[in-house]
């Protein structure tokens, strides 16, 4: 199993920018798929992007796609965010999720290993 912990999250304004980190812990980050969910007040965790093993593959949600680009470097065990042209709505707490269940990558169920999340506030 690996440990995740998320940072980079903080205010900036709308059509600003934040590039959001998650860190593991642990000898066998390469081995899993990566993703970021999000939450917002009162809604449910949404699923935002994830990225394969490798890094060769990655998906979006509709909402991010064009703005937001996961990437992951397994030499330093890090996965990121980098979030562009950020509007009010993207406010939320970003979770990194490692997925190590069967089930679809879009689903936080198929994820079972979650950092604590880190908070990104739009101002418009």
């Known amino acids: 199993q690996v440990q995740l912990v998320e940072s980079g999250g903080g205010l900036v304004q709308a059509g600003g920018s934040l590039r959001l980190s998650c860190a593991a812990s642990?000898?066998?980050?390469?081995?899993?798929?990566m993703g970021w969910f999000r939450q917002a007040p009162g809604k449910e965790r949404e699923f935002v992007a994830t990225i394969s093993r490798s890094g060769g593959y990655s998906y979006y949600a509709d909402s991010v796609k064009g703005r937001f680009t996961i990437s992951r470097d397994n030499a330093k065990n890090t996965v990121y965010l980098q979030m562009n042209s950020l509007k009010p709505e993207d406010t939320a707490v970003y979770y990194c999720?490692?997925?190590?269940?069967?089930?679809?990558?879009?689903?936080?169920?198929?994820?079972?290993?979650w950092g604590q999340g880190t908070q990104v506030t739009v101002s418009s």
């Open positions: 999720a490692a997925k190590s269940r069967e089930g679809a990558y879009y689903s936080s169920s198929s994820y079972g290993q």
């Open positions: 642990g000898r066998t980050f390469s081995s899993y798929a």
